[in-house]
């Protein structure tokens, strides 16, 4: 299966690594509010959700169930404040289907 690469960017301002301040914003900080923002959405499950920053860049790996959660990751990222792009590397692969007696279909 091949991996689908995303780059979400922000449409509204033309942003850097400085928060709407100017401010440099270090990566560890981008990076706790990112993660906060993924686990705070009602609608996402963020625990299988990877998150990397770098100088601003923020990369989402793992796996989700939809395309609606995987659009919703990088939503959640890119409306963090100092985050230049996102790149969107997250897999949507459903659950697998369990029949009767725990065996896969």
């Given amino acids: 299966m091949a991996v689908e690469r995303e780059r979400v960017?922000?449409?509204d301002k033309d942003r850097d690594e400085h928060d709407d301040e100017g401010i440099l914003r270090p990566d560890e900080e981008i990076l706790a509010q990112v993660r906060e923002a993924l686990r705070r959405h009602p609608e996402l499950d963020a625990?299988?959700?990877e998150v990397e920053v770098n100088t601003g860049v923020?990369?989402?790996?793992?796996t989700v169930p939809d395309v609606l959660?995987?659009?919703?990751?990088?939503?959640?990222?890119?409306n963090v404040d100092?985050?230049?792009?996102?790149f969107n590397y997250i897999t949507v692969a459903?659950?697998?289907?369990?029949g009767a007696g725990g065996r896969r279909r």
């Fill in 9 to 11: 960017f922000s449409g």
């Fill in 47 to 49: 625990a299988a959700i």
């Fill in 58 to 62: 923020v990369t989402l790996s793992g």
């Fill in 69 to 78: 959660q995987k659009e919703l990751a990088s939503e959640c990222a890119m």
């Fill in 82 to 86: 100092a985050v230049a792009e996102v």
């Fill in 94 to 98: 459903p659950p697998p289907l369990v």
